[in-house]
């Protein structure tokens, strides 16, 4: 089995909140999986990483590997209460999404690692698709667009239930080794150190939480402890730049003076962008040929040829 995610860097295993956990948890199992940090969205049936690959199957998103796992019989027993996922879900998970891909201060930031991480040219179009979907996600439990104004952006509540979950957290943990005991970690403690980690690790220009985080010394240990014992293994990129490289390119999608994306400017970028994309890696892998007429060479026209046509098959 192979499981694919993207990369991440110095202490951070994977930029990605579903791909670290899933790696987490395939580590604290002992699951006889290869770890892959050049995954590519594309090969994914949903569009997003992790995935993952068991002869000609393919499993894709974190809940589904987790229950493939467990019919493969690693796990089986380890399950988050209901009561304990719901609490994460309802108290931590909207400001950790909003922070991450709805903040315009931070989502170019967080597009543009992501894009890094993502093969050419579908690098213009995926990491997009995190935006959406956590836009999507906010008007259902905060009853709001990212598209507004940033003056009706209301995170106040969110955040202050974001606070209180850390805090319940740093109670917990107390000086335990795990969360719910034991000799190992288990699903639970994937998941926060999956969250907490890229909070504490990511550069983001806005990151309210992260302040909070470090005032928690024995999170922030049980966080260091788990990345030593068990991920030091998977291969992470080189340093990320400061954040501050990105300015340029956040003035070019938030409108300044209204406090909003500047969606225009966006869809048209990326339309752009996508389409010369796909054009000229078409071209170059002989999807689409060029042929000069004989009699008027001042005429050229695209031919696609389904015959001899690469498609996009697995790594």
Known sequence: MELYIYSGFDQLPSIDFDCLRIAAYV????????????????HSPTGFLPYLKDDNKIVAGYDE?????RSKGFGSGDFISASYEAYFEFQFLPYFRYVLFGDPNNADTTRILYAKRTPFPFNFVYPQKYIKQTSEFLKIVANFSIEDKLIHHNTADMILNAK??????????????WFF??????????????AISILLNLQLPINDLKSHITECPNLVNYIDRIRKKYL?????GESEPNPAIFNRVQNVFINKEKGTLSNAVVKTMFGFLTVGAMVFFAISHGILEIVTDDNDNDNAQYYGDDDDSETFGDE
């Open 181 to 194: 005991g034991g000799q190992k970690p288990n699903e639970f403690d994937a998941t926060i150190y999956a």
């Open 232 to 236: 030091m293994d998977i291969r992470v």
């Open 65 to 69: 590997i987790i229950e493939f796992f």
């Open 27 to 42: 580590k604290f199992k002992e699951i006889p999986v290869k770890i892959s940090t050049n995954g590519n969205p594309h």
């Open 164 to 177: 209180k979950y850390i805090n319940m957290l740093t109670e917990r943990i107390d000086k335990k080794r």
